[in-house]
């Protein structure tokens, strides 16, 4: 069974950022791969209310990836980005797109931190343009996206895949 743990995400009052830390009852190995595989990445990423379709994903230091989000068969969002550095169970810098601001590109730096009991931290650091960019991702439902998702990556940890 697994325990669910707060997501806090925070915006910087100074630099146009967002952070988010949220822990997993899962070892970073385990969390890392959800987020490389992109089978298990579609399983959890996002609001419960949509699917994920991969379109590309090479999970490799100068890879490239995409995916749009669908509900009931049509796509109501796409994404895409590079990876920068994919460092097995420890750390991913990628690009983030939505294809709708093609300007708005974040940088995102994911660590995943090894906790006692088999358990792991991640934090995500998006760094954005400018404050209006990462205001407008704030007041977009991001956060329900975020913890939605989250909670489906612990019911899939919990399969032991």
């Not at 997501?7 to 949220?22: C, F, G, N, S």
């Not at 399983?43 to 490239?64: D, M, V």
């Not at 109501?76 to 709708?100: C, K, L, M, N």
């Amino acid at each position: 069974m697994t325990t669910q743990h707060e997501t806090e995400i925070v915006a910087d009052e100074k630099l146009p950022t967002i952070r988010i830390t949220r822990e997993f009852d899962a070892a970073p190995e385990r969390v890392f791969r959800a987020h490389v595989d992109p089978e298990l990445y579609a399983r959890w990423i996002g609001p419960r209310s949509l699917s994920t379709r991969i379109t590309r994903w090479e999970a490799r230091t100068g890879g490239a990836w995409a995916f749009a989000n669908d509900r009931d068969g049509e796509e109501i969002a796409s994404f895409y980005g590079s990876f920068h550095e994919v460092r097995p169970h420890e750390r991913i810098v990628w690009t983030f797109t939505y294809e709708a601001e093609p300007d708005g590109v974040a940088l995102e730096t994911m660590t995943f931190e090894e906790l006692a009991g088999g358990r792991t931290r991640l934090q995500v650091l998006s760094v954005v343009p400018d404050f209006e960019a990462r205001d407008g991702i704030l007041a977009s439902g991001m956060d329900v996206g975020v913890e939605e998702g989250f909670d489906k990556l612990d019911e899939l940890l919990a399969e032991d895949v």
